[in-house]
């Protein structure tokens, strides 16, 4: 596999071609501030001792403190964090919120775990980093595979250790520990705002046929956020493989069959237009939009060619490689660029930390339309960047991002 941080670090030699950087701000952007690599001792169910590893990487906090998931995978390395961390940085600068970017995660596969033992563990990481966290220094949030109910232990253990009871210092909470409403949809429906603003200058018709790679919380969330807007869904994947519909899928048998047997395989035996299809044919299919939602480095120099869509939004981080965004802007296929396309998350993240520390809780109405306005501002100010450089939005998102930082950094 690429490495995801050599990925981050080739996209921004091609930013700064285009525009010209202070050197040692560059300089400076190349290295986290910071990075941390833990052992978190955990007794597992049966007695044994076992020693997970775990990571913090607080790249860069020009703009205020690091922001930034926690991902539990078995895949899961530094590269990946440190990449992860650098891409949040300049994600919370495009979208113009007062937090600099963090990441971590835990070597794990988290589904073998009982909940006892996923409990221990979560707790673990705080107690190994407790001392570097905190409201006004570094405030995590979930990723993939951890949950509202694991930010509600992670922030319990960190108001135990540091006697903060303000709850300020995790977000992604459960909405009755000071979670934010909507933080669920945030990613998807932050996507589907950012789509809605660049759709017409991407070349995409009124009602697009839409596919989508990875159908976890993010992907599923933007399923049926596009579908309510009148999209048509025509295939979706997960781990396991991918199901096709040419006339659409029907997303509310879809997900009550996914919450019944854990996957959307058999789908076909309740729906018999749907076809069982490879995760390598999903992202062949021919239609409007593609999605990539899940993991980095999906779309590669091996399979670009191969890519059928009119134009690609990033919800996942990192989906296309610096080689195959080469192809794709040969084959004149736009990117919308995962830092601006799925920052809805950390936008949303943000408003719950500034709703815990005014002591307020905002309607899920009120959420969306800041949401909404920050998208629909950050869309136009890259897409304003990249004409202005005459490169992509991509370009244009790194540019808009790298003059806000520079600009806090003097």
Request: proline share 4%; net charge neutral; hydrophobic share 35%.
């Amino acid at each position: 596999m690429q490495n995801p941080f050599e990925n981050a670090m080739t996209q921004l030699d091609k930013a700064l071609k285009i525009k010209n950087f202070d050197e040692g701000f560059t300089a400076r952007l190349r290295v986290p501030n910071r990075d941390i690599r833990i052992s978190i001792p955990v007794k597992m169910d049966d007695g044994s001792p076992k020693i997970f590893e775990g990571y913090r990487v607080q790249y860069n906090n020009a703009l205020g403190p690091y922001k930034g998931g926690i991902r539990f995978h078995p895949q899961t390395e530094i590269n990946e964090v440190k990449a992860l961390a650098f891409w949040m940085t300049l994600k919370c600068a495009v979208v113009d919120i007062p937090m600099g970017g963090g990441k971590g995660g835990i070597t794990v596969d988290s589904k073998t775990l009982s909940k006892s033992e996923l409990e221990r563990l979560s707790r673990g990481w705080v107690r190994a980093l407790h001392d570097v966290l905190g409201s006004y220094k570094d405030v995590p949030a979930p990723d993939i595979n951890t949950t509202p109910e694991i930010m509600d232990w992670m922030s319990d253990e960190y108001s135990k250790i540091a006697g903060d009871k303000s709850g300020t210092s995790f977000t992604g909470k459960p909405v009755d520990k000071g979670g934010s409403e909507g933080r669920e949809m945030a990613t998807g429906l932050g996507g589907f705002y950012v789509f809605d603003a660049l759709r017409a200058e991407v070349g995409l018709p009124q009602k697009c046929s839409v596919v989508i790679q990875g159908f976890g919380n993010v992907g599923s969330h933007a399923a049926r956020t596009f579908s309510e807007h009148g999209h048509k869904i025509i295939a979706v994947s997960d781990s396991r493989g991918a199901i096709w519909n040419k006339n659409g899928l029907d997303l509310e048998k879809l997900e009550t069959h996914k919450k019944k047997t854990g996957g959307l395989k058999d789908f076909y035996k309740i729906d018999p237009q749907t076809r069982n299809i490879t995760n390598e044919e999903l992202l062949s299919l021919s239609c409007d939009l593609l999605i990539p939602a899940a993991f980095e480095n999906v779309i590669t120099e091996i399979n670009a060619e191969k890519i059928n869509a009119k134009a690609i939004l990033e919800l996942a981080n990192g989906p296309i490689t610096p080689e195959a965004d080469k192809i794709l802007s040969q084959k004149g296929i736009p990117v919308v660029p995962d830092i601006l396309a799925n920052s809805g998350g950390v936008t949303v993240s943000y408003f719950e930390w500034e709703q815990n520390l005014k002591h307020e809780h905002w309607s899920k109405k009120e959420v969306f339309e800041k949401l909404k306005s920050r998208m629909e501002d950050a869309s136009k100010k890259t897409l304003e960047k990249a004409r202005e450089s005459k490169t992509t939005l991509r370009m244009g998102a790194f540019i808009l991002a790298l003059e806000r930082i520079q600009e806090k950094m003097h």
